[in-house]
Structure formats: structure tokens, C-alpha cells
């Protein structure tokens, strides 16, 4: 990470050079690189899903346990706030405001989304890795005393997955 750093200081030194370069092949090397990271986002993988069938979806913990719709309604939400994001910075006359749009998506997200899916599917769709991983260790173990009918587990019974996922929704690390 550091020596990625380092180039870019470096780079100031060599703009005569890079001058020298023609404009298409900073365009074409800047494209490959954003193409290239697209696999990597988040972000795309949920609008491909729009695009695949149920039963194609890669096997991760939220499309185990969400319903389809609740990821897409998700993913509906994530465009209108690109959207609106991509709508300020382009318009010249507005554009003082884009800080303040780009600040709005904290509280949309802590506010606004939470009317529409529960706490426990958020925490799937954009949680922390520790923190899902602590939410499906607690399903198993959840799943596995209702099924084989542990009676020494019973801190677990008589809850559903809500109520558990609710009291410990921010587990410290």
C-alpha cells in the first residue's frame, strides 16, 4: 500500500514526461483500470443480480438467507442515492451542494433504509465482515438447537433470528 503511495508522490516529478504521453492512452489506461475493479465492488454485484437468474446467484450469506426482492429493493435504493450523488456533481449550478449530498447518504442509511428491511437484513447486505460472520454462527447454532431439540442451549430457544440479530445487532470485536 505504501509503495502505491510512493509512486503517485513520485509521479509529480515526472509530469514533463507524462506530457508526453497522448491523452487517449491515460484515458484507455485510467478505463482499464476502473473496469478491471468492477468485480471487487459491491455495488456491481448487486446490479448484476438484476440481471441473473435466482437460482445463478453466487452463494453468499445474504442470498442464503434475504429474500430476492429485499436485495433488490436495496439495490433500487443504492442507484436513486448514486443517482442523486451523480446528479449534483454534474450540475454546474448546484454543486456547492455535493458534500452535503454525499453526507446524506450516512443518515439515509441509518434512518431512512431501516423502514424498509430489518436490522438484520442491513447488517447482511453492508454489514461488517465480523459482524455477519457472528450473525450466521448465532443462525447455526440458533438452527441447530431448534432442529435437533437441544435442551442444554437455552439461551437460544425460544427466540427467533429478529429478536436475537435485535439485542445484538453492534457486536464488539
Given at each position: 500500500m505504501f509503495f502505491s503511495h510512493l509512486l503517485v508522490g513520485l509521479s509529480l516529478l515526472f509530469l514533463q514526461v507524462l506530457q508526453l504521453l497522448p491523452m487517449p492512452v491515460l484515458y484507455g489506461v485510467f478505463l482499464f483500470m476502473g473496469l478491471s475493479a468492477l468485480p471487487a465492488m459491491q455495488f456491481w454485484n448487486w446490479f448484476l443480480l438484476f440481471?441473473?437468474?435466482?437460482?445463478?446467484?453466487?452463494d453468499t450469506v445474504f442470498t442464503q438467507?434475504?429474500?430476492?426482492?429485499?436485495?433488490?429493493?436495496?439495490?433500487?435504493?443504492?442507484?436513486?442515492?448514486?443517482?442523486?450523488?451523480?446528479?449534483?456533481?454534474n450540475m454546474s449550478a448546484i454543486l456547492i451542494v455535493f458534500l452535503f449530498m454525499t453526507l446524506l447518504c450516512i443518515p439515509a442509511r441509518l434512518y431512512f433504509l431501516p423502514?424498509?428491511?430489518e436490522g438484520?437484513?442491513?447488517?447482511l447486505l453492508d454489514g461488517d465482515d465480523l459482524d455477519i460472520q457472528a450473525?450466521?454462527?448465532?443462525?447455526?447454532?440458533?438452527m441447530h438447537s431448534?432442529?435437533?431439540?437441544?435442551?442444554?442451549d437455552s439461551t437460544?430457544?425460544?427466540?427467533?433470528?429478529?429478536e436475537i440479530s435485535d439485542e445484538d445487532e453492534v457486536i464488539d470485536a
Open positions: 440481471l441473473q437468474q435466482p437460482s445463478r446467484y453466487p438467507y434475504m429474500d430476492k426482492a429485499c436485495i433488490h429493493m436495496y439495490t433500487v435504493w443504492q442507484i436513486v442515492f448514486f443517482g442523486l450523488v451523480f446528479f449534483v456533481q423502514r424498509f428491511l438484520w437484513e442491513l447488517l450473525w450466521e454462527n448465532k443462525k447455526r447454532t440458533a431448534i432442529r435437533f431439540n437441544d435442551v442444554e437460544v430457544r425460544g427466540k427467533d433470528m429478529e
